[in-house]
């Protein structure tokens, strides 16, 4: 019996697809064997040797201690793409709210207190006028699930779309619609683009990357879009550009005390993913990566461990993580060689400084082997599943 921890209220639709004869889910465990969440911050959370994984329903993981659980042998899954469809349409709408003033539009007719509205409509609707998205260019930074989807749909209305993105999966260059054009770095993408839309995750090499030195590049009143991450922006040249018309409008999905109140800054609450489908879809995403993992030793999505899938022949498998280092697949199968274990299939990946072994055998194993194993420098984490 597998026992999961929901640190956020998970989808029924996603918890649904866990077989109750086979885990327990609570919110509260002090040694469960799977983390289930959202936005909880676990980074003062003590984490138990009991833990074997850790499944975020979103993409963003920066509430997660990555490290932390990389040292622990904790594989941490995320669920890229399971709410693009959501936060490509805020995007859409956060670029045709930087443009027509339908914000303030609407506040001026809700706060009305003339007495003749109709009239009035006619004498003030100047004031809200703004361009509109057709015929202008948009340049989308990162072509993941979200920024692919938000160019085509830019590109549907009529826009003309540049995109920047130097590590494009194969996945979304092939979804990614043929008018979309390339930029040759992200200096040529900022000097012409109308309205930027950005959709990079936070890292270490992404955080404020957006400062004075990307605003000087860009054209005079451009129209900024942020549904990706609010680490993303250096918030002092931000509101410089924003007072000195570089940026006429920024739309975020990131409210921040520095912005607050500033009259070009639309802030909405993190509304990216808050939709019932894309709650639904990161839900079974996340479970059924996490399902996969406990039962099967297979990685699908994990920001931490790298990509390993190997279908089970019905035997018992081993999984082994280790570091990276030369001879550490000779010395886990000598072991297994000299109990006379023999090895059915394997399979061994690399992510970084990390490693990650299915090895299938066509006998048992004893524990005192598998603590043999556990005993081999390097070794960072051995289960057993049979």
Same mark, same amino acid.
């Given at each position: &019996?597998?026992? !999961? ?5 998970? /989808? ?10 086979? *885990? ?12 289930? %969440? ?15 994984a850790i499944a975020r329903a979103g993409a963003g993981i920066n509430n997660i ?27 859409? #709408?956060?670029? +045709? @709210? ?5 914000? =303030? ?51 549907? +209305? ?17 979804? @990614? /619609? ?16 109308? *309205? ?13 990357? &957006? ?12 129209? %900024? ?6 680490? @993303?922006?250096?918030?002092?040249? +931000? ?25 070009k800054v639309i802030a909405l609450p993190h509304l990216g993913a808050s939709t ?5 879809? #990161? ?18 999505? /994990? ?14 498998? +081993? ?11 000779? =010395? ?25 072994? !299915? !090895? ?27």
């Amino acid at each position: &019996m597998f026992k !999961i921890q929901t640190l956020n209220k998970i /989808s029924t639709i996603g918890l649904e697809q866990f077989h109750f004869e086979n *885990y327990e889910i609570a919110s509260e465990f002090t040694a469960p064997d799977a983390i289930l %969440l959202r936005s909880a911050d676990m980074h003062e959370m003590d984490l138990s040797e009991n833990i074997k994984a850790i499944a975020r329903a979103g993409a963003g993981i920066n509430n997660i201690p990555i490290d932390k659980c990389t040292e622990k042998g904790i594989v941490v899954f995320n669920t890229p793409g399971a709410n693009a469809n959501a936060v490509k349409e805020l995007a859409i #709408c956060g670029m +045709l @709210l930087s443009s027509r003033k339908i914000l =303030q539009g609407a506040e001026w007719t809700k706060n009305y207190t003339g007495t003749d509205l109709t009239g009035d409509v006619e004498k003030n609707k100047s004031s809200f006028k703004g361009p509109e998205l057709m015929g202008k260019t948009l340049g989308v930074i990162g072509l993941g699930a979200i920024g692919m989807l938000t160019a085509n749909a830019a590109e549907a +209305l009529g826009m003309r779309v540049v995109g920047f993105d130097p590590y494009i999966s194969i996945d979304s260059a092939w979804k @990614l /619609s043929k008018n979309v054009e390339r930029a040759i770095s992200l200096d040529a993408l900022l000097s012409q683009a109308d *309205y930027l839309s950005l959709h990079v995750p936070l890292a270490k090499n992404t955080k404020e990357f &957006m400062n004075a030195d990307r605003f000087r590049v860009m054209k005079d009143g451009v129209r %900024l879009i942020n549904f990706a991450r609010g680490g @993303l922006m250096h918030k002092g040249d +931000l509101i410089q550009a924003l007072d000195n018309g570089k940026i006429s409008c920024f739309v975020t999905d990131f409210p921040d005390d520095a912005l607050q109140g500033h009259d070009k800054v639309i802030a909405l609450p993190h509304l990216g993913a808050s939709t019932p489908e894309s709650e639904d879809n #990161c839900a079974v995403m996340a479970v059924n990566q996490l399902k996969d993992y406990l039962e099967n030793g297979n990685i699908r999505n /994990s920001v931490n461990f790298p990509e390993s899938v190997m279908p089970r022949n019905g035997g018992t498998r +081993l999984i082994i993580a280790n570091k990276n280092i030369p001879k550490m697949v000779g =010395q886990i199968t000598n072991v297994l060689a000299e109990r006379d274990i023999n090895i059915s299939d394997m399979l061994n990946k690399h992510h970084g400084d990390l490693a990650y072994n !299915i !090895i299938d055998i066509d006998d048992t194993i004893a524990i005192d082997d598998i603590d043999k194993i556990k005993e081999i420098e390097g070794v960072i984490m051995v289960r057993l599943i049979v």
